[in-house]
């Protein structure tokens, strides 16, 4: 039923045009539409209209909104207040709300702190976060990130991830851990920050200082359950049994009924050591990992009988044989694969191209196969081996496969120079006949897959094994300190993203990180202002046309709330 209210401001009364129904069995309003003064209703009956606006101003809207909404669902400002405790006397704003904007910033449009207030103000926040002036100067950010210590830190994560898990049900069955490093340009003479090293960069910045990064993720929707910051100097896996330990302690809390058994962790080839496995077999995680092929060469010389097929119409050429075998002193389930279009590939590797003669060194002579699998978001199906190891019956899948092998040479394939041509020097694959069969029937279709072997256990993971990580990190600052806060914001916006997609995705709208915030973007709120006789301009804002996915979001993540009324 729609309605017209009268409410008075300063002395004078506004008239809104409102729409109630029931809610709950109760009788609410569900929107309302501002209509103006008497003064203004009476001027557009007559058709005089308030005439042209003197200017226009557009500000953003739609994912500033939905990301502040998600903000608050998580209750981040408040759990960082309640940790670090209450503000200081001349801050401008808490250090909960600090960071909650930090990371806002990091999902809508990545920017330094020194142009955070230039931003601010060129968006709509200010209307439902009234923040006095100079609370938003860049000096404010780093006096808050100052007043955060690490232990801190590990608490509001842990406090923001319980949560989260109890808001939005994540399912923590499946859970897939993997180390990266990011390049900072930190000078070599800081001795400020020493979480920035010199190590093997994953950017190929070897002449950069980088810091590490290990991260956990649900593989319901990709969500980051723990993260890790540590030196740039140290390998990958001399920490993975920190992120373990810390895994099992987080998660022991989550579930004190013994429930955190079913929890099956999935991890690469990097982190294969003795003690690693020792350790993980002294917890009540299953895991899945993987091996090299060629540590495996009996394993290879399978006979191809043995090999079968897994799911002609989910993985078209795709066969597997399962065994067990002593493996970092225990016996264990190993799952082998041979993928035919990955084996033709690799024969077709052999083969010099007759139009160019010897392909380039630098070339990698595997073309991607045109279009992803209907069957599997983001990549082919040599690529994804969760789905596989459930048709094969396999509790956790398979495992990850090892991208790094894309673009090397054949294994037992000679290679030898030969001299420059058109200027640079190429590289020529001189394929033996005595090897070539014997390379067929050996790792071709399997040198580019590492050998999963799986802990037996309850639960099973989706195809989704491959979460996308939009981690923002430039604008690194310059302290220890700051830089681990800067990477918890990171994280949390990270968090926040893959929420919101999640969100989109059970309500039946399947859109990446980038097409979900493209979409939101693309509500903007419109501000008229009118010149009047005195005084200041008049000002009215609405929001702009919205197509029919975003009418949806705007559904989805109630920015009803957040509309201009007037």
């Known amino acids: 039923m729609a309605f017209i209210v009268g409410k008075k401001q300063d002395g004078k009364t506004y008239y809104y045009l409102a729409e109630s129904a029931r809610v709950d069995g109760k009788p609410r309003i569900v929107s309302q539409r501002y209509l103006g003064s008497a003064e203004e209703i009476a001027a557009r009956l007559s058709e005089s209209g308030p005439g042209e606006p003197d200017r226009s101003r557009h500000l953003a809207f739609g994912d500033v909104a939905a990301t502040f909404d998600m903000l608050r669902r998580l209750r981040v400002a408040e759990i960082v207040d309640e940790v670090v405790g209450s503000r200081r006397v001349d801050a401008g704003a808490s250090v909960g709300t600090y960071i909650a904007l930090a990371a806002l910033n990091r999902v809508v449009d990545p920017c330094s702190k020194l142009a955070f207030s230039d931003w601010w103000h060129k968006t709509a926040g200010d209307r439902w976060l009234r923040l006095p002036a100079g609370a938003l100067d860049h000096r404010r950010f780093w006096d808050a990130m100052d007043q955060v210590s690490q232990a801190q830190l590990e608490e509001i994560e842990r406090r923001v991830v319980e949560g989260m898990v109890e ?113 993980l077999d002294h917890t009540p995680l299953h895991f899945v990992g993987s091996l090299p092929p060629s540590d495996h060469p009996e394993l290879l010389a399978t006979a191809k009988n043995r090999y079968k097929v897994v799911d002609k119409q989910a993985f078209p050429g795709l066969t597997a044989f399962e065994t067990t075998k002593v493996v970092f002193g225990k016996q264990r389930r190993l799952v082998c694969c041979h993928f035919r279009w990955t084996a033709r590939q690799a024969v077709a590797r052999l083969r010099p191209d007759p139009r160019q003669g010897a392909p380039p060194a630098h070339r990698d002579p595997i073309t991607p196969r045109p279009g992803p699998h209907p069957q599997i978001q983001g990549g082919s199906p040599g690529r994804d081996s969760c789905h596989i190891g459930a048709s094969l019956g396999v509790p956790g899948g398979l495992g990850h496969a090892d991208r790094r092998q894309a673009g090397r040479a054949s294994p037992r394939v000679p290679h030898r120079r030969q001299g420059p041509s058109d200027a640079r020097r190429r590289a020529v694959r001189q394929a033996d006949p005595v ?53 918890f914001y990171c994280v949390l916006a990270l968090m926040v993203a893959k929420l919101m997609v999640r969100e989109a995705d059970r309500a039946g709208m399947h859109m990446s990180v980038r097409a979900l915030l493209s979409s939101l973007s693309g509500i903007e709120e419109t501000v008229l202002l009118y010149k009047g006789e005195r005084g200041r301009p008049r000002a009215r804002r609405m929001l702009t046309e919205q197509d029919a996915t975003q009418h949806r979001l705007y559904d989805l993540f109630g920015l009803d709330a957040y509309a201009p009324t007037r």
């Open 167 to 279: 808001t939005f049900g994540v399912d923590l069955s499946g859970l897939v851990l993997d180390m990266t490093n990011f390049a900072t340009w930190i000078d070599s003479a800081n001795e400020r920050a020493p979480i920035a090293q010199r190590g093997h960069s994953k950017q190929k910045r070897s002449d950069l200082r980088i810091c590490g990064l290990g991260l956990v993720v649900s593989t319901d929707g990709g969500v980051p359950l723990v993260s890790l910051a540590y030196p740039g100097n140290r390998p990958d896996v001399t920490q993975f049994a920190t992120m373990v330990n810390e895994l099992v302690a987080r998660f022991g809390t989550l579930y004190p009924d013994g429930k955190g058994e079913r929890l099956t962790l999935v991890y690469d080839a990097g982190q294969n050591s003795g003690d690693n496995y020792e350790t």
């Open 435 to 487: 090897h070539r069969q014997d390379t067929r029937a050996g790792l071709l279709g399997n040198h580019r897959r590492r050998v999963p072997f799986p802990r037996s256990g309850g639960s099973r993971l989706p195809p989704d094994e491959g979460p996308e990580r939009r981690l923002v990190l430039a604008d690194v600052p310059l302290h220890e300190q700051k830089i681990r806060v800067h990477i």
